[in-house]
């Protein structure tokens, strides 16, 4: 039974390198654990015990490590990157009517003002969220 959990570790191990996330690997780690215990016992009852503890305890015992030593920063991206950034308003934003436009990087985006004030064409302006397929400015003083 040995080949079978070997075949099994080939199995996630190819479907590690064909994932972007770092989980399938300790199910890797514990078909060959399995493998091992295989030597000894023909139980397969056995084996599949000792695979599903040694998976969960790979799993949850690695989770904090790579956590703590990964610091991955998020990367914002698509419409989301351009919150924090400045632009300057081309059509005045009215605050009764929710129109409005502002100029974010080359881009025109339709602008709603976040404290509900007009905001006259010209204006510098800070983005602080998007909501739906508008920005929400601030002016800048």
């Given at each position: 039974?040995?080949?079978?959990?070997?075949?099994?570790?080939?199995?996630?191990?190819?479907?590690?390198?064909?994932?972007?996330?770092?989980?399938?690997?300790?199910?890797?780690?514990?078909?060959?654990?399995?493998?091992?215990?295989?030597?000894?016992?023909?139980?397969?009852?056995?084996?599949?015990?000792?695979?599903?503890?040694?998976?969960?305890?790979?799993i949850?015992?690695?989770?904090?490590?790579?956590?703590?030593?990964a610091?991955?920063?998020?990367v914002?991206?698509?419409?989301?990157?351009?919150?924090?950034?400045?632009?300057?308003?081309?059509?005045?934003?009215?605050?009764?009517?929710?129109?409005g436009?502002?100029?974010?990087?080359?881009?025109?985006?339709?602008a709603i003002?976040?404290?509900?004030?007009?905001?006259?064409?010209?204006?510098?302006?800070?983005?602080?969220?998007?909501?739906g397929?508008?920005?929400?400015?601030?002016?800048?003083?």
């Amino acid at each position: 039974m040995w080949y079978m959990w070997l075949i099994l570790a080939g199995v996630f191990v190819i479907g590690e390198v064909l994932t972007s996330g770092f989980l399938i690997f300790w199910l890797s780690l514990s078909s060959l654990i399995a493998m091992v215990v295989s030597f000894f016992t023909d139980n397969i009852i056995i084996q599949t015990t000792v695979f599903l503890i040694s998976s969960v305890i790979l799993i949850l015992a690695t989770k904090p490590l790579v956590k703590k030593f990964a610091n991955i920063d998020t990367v914002k991206t698509n419409a989301f990157s351009i919150i924090g950034k400045k632009g300057i308003v081309t059509k005045d934003i009215s605050s009764i009517n929710s129109t409005g436009q502002v100029k974010v990087d080359g881009e025109i985006w339709s602008a709603i003002s976040k404290d509900d004030i007009d905001i006259l064409k010209g204006t510098e302006v800070e983005i602080t969220d998007i909501k739906g397929v508008k920005v929400i400015v601030t002016p800048i003083k």
